[in-house]
């Protein structure tokens, strides 16, 4: 809705408003009107109304109507004025008009007030109109002004006719070097920086003609000699009548270079993406730098061990290379001199660069950590070598080199290398410029360092790939959908017998059973599921060329880079043979344990049977004294025979407990195993019995052993009675000899064996066998597997002893329902000849007599008994309880002593020390030892010294004068000093 026009009537009578109001309805359409009376409500109304129009009568009460139009004119001057009065004369009306009232209209011919108003309205908007334009021309030639002073581009203000210069901006002065003074009244051909423009007075002739003309790089030369590119553009237009024209001058010397470096980012780009080898980059990136900006030359320095030579240059004199290559500095010797830290010292501002010694406060270094000058003289005359960072070399201002720019190539925050720019000429350069080219420097460095990445990548691909491929362990990958094959390596081939075009793309179930490939897809879900390490210690597989093998396999996931499970890798160990070592040597170590455990109780059998032999001395000879008193009837003499028995069978369990443990005193000699079991034969056939097949197989050219034979019979004895308490329903018992040879492995998988020649003795039953539990205690003393008095559990225990005394070793191979086999392994005597074993005399023998006896015995009750028995058999007797009261007792004896009878192991003394000390006085005496077990003074290792008398304890008088009279009878001397000769071949058991 339109506004109502807003008058305010000046007026103190309401009727005059009133006619005053009307006519201006009439002329003007709706309005709104205010009356006032008063200067005040007068000055109130001009401020809240605004009024279009005042109409003001002249003459007022309290004021008048000049009063009012001075308020109006400083107030609202443009609001037309009209005076409304009753009379008035001209010099009133001209006094009004004077002082701005816009027209005057006299009361009697109050119709005139509303064309008054609308004349008075439309002078108003003339006016208006008017101010404007020259407000608007006003502003234009100020924005030109302005736009003349402050334009980005040079302008000059030629005369269209005759090419004088009328006027031109301050940025064309700035541009060209020229005072404006020195510009106006000028030709433009007459200006310097214009003087190169080619065929300048027709291109003027040209702008006259066509009134506009256009030059893009245009080349112009400031007056200091500055190349400035500009684009020229001029057009011809008139201005108050006349022609002028206008240049305008835009330098494009930054549009061009940034068209330059755009050109040189897009090479360099293209170069960086090439696949070309780093060399092939550089040398393209060096000759792209020279090919756009004109630099005279360029380098590029790259780290190569300590040193950062040239790695390609392009415009340097082949000197300049040479003498500049290396940044190193080297002393006398030639050796790099490092600095405190132990870094090489980089000569020269290049290795300022390098190690990123700059300073940005000085005007040669940037942010950027580049140096750049565009004058190397006058730097070097203005700064010191401390400005500099460090001594440089000056070869580049030697060679003329002016222009110098040295720019770090970095990848991230390492700096690699650097780019080298050389100019002869001065201001090549400019801080944008070398902002620029740390910026490609970057992206330089960006891409030498993922090259160089990526070779190392490649190497460590190709390392990866060469351990992947040679470590014995067999390394696949499965994708995670179908877990199928994607990769296999050279080990896992050979172990699965597969060639790996033939197992990518298969599953397990293509490849083994159903069972077994259903455990390793299990075991993959599993990973799969909780996308953990999964550790199969032990994992069978089924080869195509080794049969059942086991695995150690591990099983992990394998994420892209977006953290999605990609792969299923697997390691697997082909662990088969080491189980089977693992096996073996637990078998070893619990063989070893045994042995060990066989010594130990060996030991403590042996110290037993030692002392209970003294004290079944003493029974079974008390036990013969008391039945030399009684009759046959008496029936003391039974009980007694019971006694003797019964210390005849503890006794025999003693000698038992002493082959165990081997204590018993041997006397070996060279002995063919043949002729000892066909010995025996018919014996071991009645102890077999009827139901027993009985066969030997005996090896012809059988080697000898050393060994005592009625121990070796035992052996055999032994083993055929337990092969046949194991055949209780009969069966079949072979008894086998033969030549072997035990090698490193055979050595190496049975303890205490050393390899050589050996002869075999096997004794093999079809018996029941044996478990594994029963074959680790099988040579334990007591341990037994019969009844309740069925047997001592002694025999293989005497066996065992027997055979380790021998210096052979004794292995059992069994299994239940299997049978069993007994191996027996006796060192071969290559060099020594069987002897053939003679039967002791059976007939009766003499047993006494009436020579002189010293008996040295530690054992009071044993001395006594001894004494008792000899002197019994008639011989005289002297006693003794040790060596040193023995060696009294000869010393007051006058007479002849013929036998030495004496204990070996007594204290201070010991037998075979005595016999030493008195043979040295008596040589002609002879000696007979007496011991419960062995002793290394008169055996070695248990076998007897030869020519060495011994008599075994527990002993009876029967036996006991038996051997003194064969020893006394016996015609050789006994020399003590013998005894420490070993018997002829005899080996080391």
């Not at 002028?244 to 360099?268: F, H, P, Y």
């Not at 500095?329 to 290049?350: F, I, N, Q, S, Y």
């Not at 990123?356 to 000058?373: C, E, I, N, V």
């Not at 044993?862 to 008639?874: F, S, Y």
Request: with cysteine.
């Amino acid at each position: 809705m339109t506004e109502a026009f807003r008058v305010l009537v000046v007026e103190d009578l309401p009727t005059d408003a009133e006619l005053t109001e009307r006519e201006i309805l009439k002329a003007l359409g709706p309005c709104r009107f205010r009356r006032v009376e008063t200067r005040e409500e007068y000055v109130a109304a001009l401020e809240e109304l605004q009024p279009a129009l005042i109409v003001s009568d002249f003459k007022l009460p309290s004021f008048d109507g000049l009063t009012a139009l001075e308020l109006a004119s400083e107030r609202c001057p443009d609001v037309p004025f009209i005076i409304v009065t009753g009379s008035m004369n001209e010099d009133t009306a001209v006094e009004c008009m004077k002082a701005g009232a816009w027209d005057y209209v006299i009361k009697e011919h109050v119709k005139r007030l509303g064309p008054a108003a609308q004349s008075a309205l439309a002078r108003q908007r003339a006016r208006l109109e008017r101010r404007r334009a020259q407000l608007a021309l006003e502003a234009s030639e100020m924005r030109y002004r302005r736009l003349f002073e402050a334009a980005k581009d040079g302008v000059l203000i030629l005369d269209a006719d005759t090419g004088e210069i009328i006027d031109a901006n301050p940025y064309l002065v700035e541009l060209t070097g020229y005072p404006r003074e020195d510009l106006l009244g000028k030709h433009l051909w007459d200006i310097g920086a214009f003087k190169d423009i080619a065929a300048s007075r027709t291109s003027f002739a040209e702008l006259q003609a066509r009134q506009y003309v256009r030059y893009e790089d245009l080349p112009l030369q400031s007056r200091d000699g500055r190349r400035v590119d500009v684009e020229f553009v001029s057009n011809v237009y008139r201005v108050n009548g006349e022609n002028v024209a206008q240049c305008n001058i835009r330098d494009i010397t930054a549009r061009k270079r940034s068209r330059d470096r755009e050109q040189l980012a897009r090479g360099l780009l293209q170069v960086l993406n090439d696949s070309g080898t780093g060399a092939e980059q550089i040398r393209s990136i060096l000759r792209l730098i020279k090919q756009t900006t004109g630099i005279e030359a360029v380098g590029i320095r790259l780290r190569e061990g300590d040193d950062f030579p040239y790695f390609e240059t392009n415009g340097f004199p082949e000197h300049f290379v040479r003498m500049e290559r290396y940044l190193c500095e080297r002393d006398g010797t030639g050796a790099l001199v490092r600095e405190a830290h132990g870094d090489p010292v980089l000569a020269c501002m290049c290795g300022n660069i390098i190690r990123g010694w700059t300073d940005p406060k000085l005007p040669f270094f940037t942010a950027g950590g580049s140096f750049w000058t565009n004058g190397t003289t006058e730097l070097l005359a203005s700064t010191t070598e401390e400005d500099r960072q460090w001594p440089t070399r000056n070869r580049c201002n030697r060679e003329g080199y002016e222009s110098v720019a040295l720019v770090p190539l970095r990848s991230g925050d390492e700096i690699i290398g650097l780019l080298q720019l050389n100019d002869h000429r001065r201001n090549r350069f400019d801080l944008e410029t070398i902002q620029f080219f740390e910026g490609m420097g970057a992206s330089i460095g960006v891409a030498l360092g993922r090259k160089r990445a990526e070779r190392e990548l490649q190497e460590s691909k190709h390392l990866t790939d060469s351990i992947v491929e040679n470590v014995p362990l067999m390394i696949f990958l499965k994708e995670t959908q179908d877990l199928r094959f994607v990769a296999f390596n050279r080990a896992g081939e050979e172990l699965l017998g597969y060639d790996r075009k033939d197992l990518i793309g298969k599953s397990d179930l293509e490849l083994f059973p159903p069972e077994q490939a259903a455990f390793f897809v299990a075991k993959d879900r599993e990973v799969l599921a909780g996308e953990a390490l999964v550790d199969i210690p032990e994992e069978p597989i089924q080869s195509a060329n080794k049969g059942l093998r086991l695995l150690h396999t591990r099983k992990v996931c394998i994420k892209a880079t977006d953290g999605v499970t990609q792969y299923l890798l697997g390691i697997s160990e082909d662990i088969t043979e080491r189980k089977r070592m693992e096996a073996e040597r637990e078998k070893l170590e619990e063989q070893l344990r045994m042995s060990h455990k066989m010594e130990a109780i060996g030991s403590l059998a042996g110290g037993v049977a030692h002392d209970f032999n003294n004290l079944l001395s003493l029974i079974l000879s008390h036990t013969e004294f008391a039945m030399e008193g009684l009759s046959e009837g008496n029936p003391l003499k039974d009980d007694l025979l019971q006694v003797k028995a019964a210390s005849v069978r503890a006794a025999a369990l003693t000698r038992q407990l002493l082959a165990f443990s081997r204590k018993l005193v041997l006397q070996p000699v060279a002995l063919d195993l043949n002729d000892i079991a066909a010995g025996v034969e018919k014996m071991l056939r009645r102890v077999l019995g009827e139901d027993i097949e009985f066969a030997q197989s005996l090896a012809p050219g059988l080697g000898t052993v050393w060994a005592d034979p009625g121990q070796i019979e035992q052996v055999l004895m032994n083993l055929v009675v337990n092969a046949r308490d194991a055949m209780p329903r009969g069966g079949k018992l072979t008894i086998e000899t033969a030549n072997v040879e035990l090698d490193e492995e055979y050595a190496a998988s049975h303890p205490s064996v050393k390899p050589g020649s050996y002869v075999e003795l096997a004794v093999t039953d079809t018996g029941c066998g044996m478990d594994e539990r029963t074959k680790a205690r099988l040579f334990e003393p007591f341990f037994t597997t019969k009844e309740r008095g069925k047997g001592t559990g002694l025999g293989l225990s005497t066996v065992y002893g027997i055979v380790k005394q021998s210096g052979g070793s004794i292995w059992v191979y069994s299994e239940p329902a299997q049978g069993t086999t007994f191996k027996i392994y006796l060192p071969r005597e290559l060099s020594a000849t069987p002897v053939m074993v003679s039967k002791a005399p059976t007939g009766p023998t003499r047993t006494t007599g009436t020579e002189t006896i010293l008996v040295v015995e530690d054992d009071e009750a044993l001395r006594a008994v001894t004494r008792r028995t000899l002197c019994a058999a008639g011989y005289t007797v002297l006693t003794a309880r040790d060596g040193e009261e023995a060696l009294q007792s000869v010393l007051q004896h006058t007479g002849d002593i013929h036998l030495l009878l004496t204990d070996v192991v007594m204290p201070r003394m010991g037998g075979r020390e005595l016999a030493e000390a008195l043979s040295r006085t008596r040589p002609a005496l002879k000696v007979l030892y007496v011991s419960g077990y062995t002793d290394d003074a008169i055996v070695h290792h248990g076998v007897l010294d030869p020519e060495t008398h011994f008599l075994a304890k527990p002993i009876t008088a029967a036996d006991l004068t038996r051997k003194v009279r064969e020893v006394l009878d016996s015609g050789v001397a006994d020399d003590a000093r013998g005894h420490e000769q070993a018997a002829q071949g005899g080996v080391e058991m």
